[in-house]
């Protein structure tokens, strides 16, 4: 079975643009949770999702955003990048919110110049 | 507050045992976590321990819990050059599947 996947591997954007990242769970998986990874740090939580509703939110500003689909892959949406926005984001699945073992896609590598 | 620490760094020569520790705060953390990171590649879960568990062993993969202290440590015995990578303690907070990193150790084996 494929592992998560997500798109796409590598970005660059212009401070003051918007970025939709993208990406699939594992099959039968129905949570997905987005981090951001800042160079020389550990993961920071965004966003939990499950069943398509959002069930928990880390400290990152309005202008971030997510939703998850039908078929439970997830988008995650920056507005107004900011340099500070420049790190890997990765994508998190596990079974159901509550199902302990989460797994992580190679994440995506956004760079705002 | 929310806080995982662990020390920056570590050099074990191959073959050797490694020991890599972690402190963690909240003491209602149910599960506690380690994943490894190689350059340029997502975070893969190593092992994990239910908070009722004081030891938890898997192959060259030994992790011993402290909850009177909120200590963690990963054991990794007879390190190979293909261990050589990051490696993060993380605790589970709240009802639903939120993470909490340390900033992570990295692991460096030499012959």
């Known amino acids: 079975d494929a592992g998560v996947t997500q798109s796409p591997t590598h970005l660059i954007k212009t401070r003051g643009q918007h970025v939709t990242l993208r990406c699939s769970p594992i099959?039968?998986?129905?949570?997905v949770s987005w981090y951001q990874q800042v160079l020389g740090q550990g993961p920071q939580f965004i966003f939990q999702y499950y069943e398509k509703e959002e069930r928990g939110r880390g400290n990152f500003p309005d202008r971030f955003s997510a939703r998850q689909f039908p078929n439970y892959s997830s988008e995650l949406n920056v507005n107004a990048l900011l340099l500070g926005d420049s790190a890997l984001y990765l994508c998190a699945s596990s079974l159901e919110t509550g199902f302990y073992e989460q797994y992580f896609g190679p994440g995506t590598r956004l760079t705002v110049t | 507050g929310e806080d995982v620490e662990q020390s920056l760094f570590l050099s074990v020569r191959e073959g050797d045992s490694s020991v890599i520790n972690c402190t963690y705060t909240?003491?209602?953390?149910?599960?506690l976590y380690w994943y490894k990171q190689e350059p340029g590649a997502g975070l893969q879960l190593l092992t994990y321990i239910f908070s009722n568990m004081d030891m938890k062993q898997d192959q060259r993969l030994t992790v011993l819990l402290n909850k009177k202290d909120k200590h963690l440590s990963l054991r990794i015995a007879d390190t190979q050059t293909g261990d050589s990578a990051i490696y993060f303690c993380a605790e589970i907070l709240g009802g639903y599947n939120k993470l909490i990193f340390g900033a992570g150790t990295r692991l460096a084996v030499h012959p």
């Open positions: 909240d003491s209602s953390s149910t599960y």
């Open positions: 099959s039968g998986h129905k949570s």
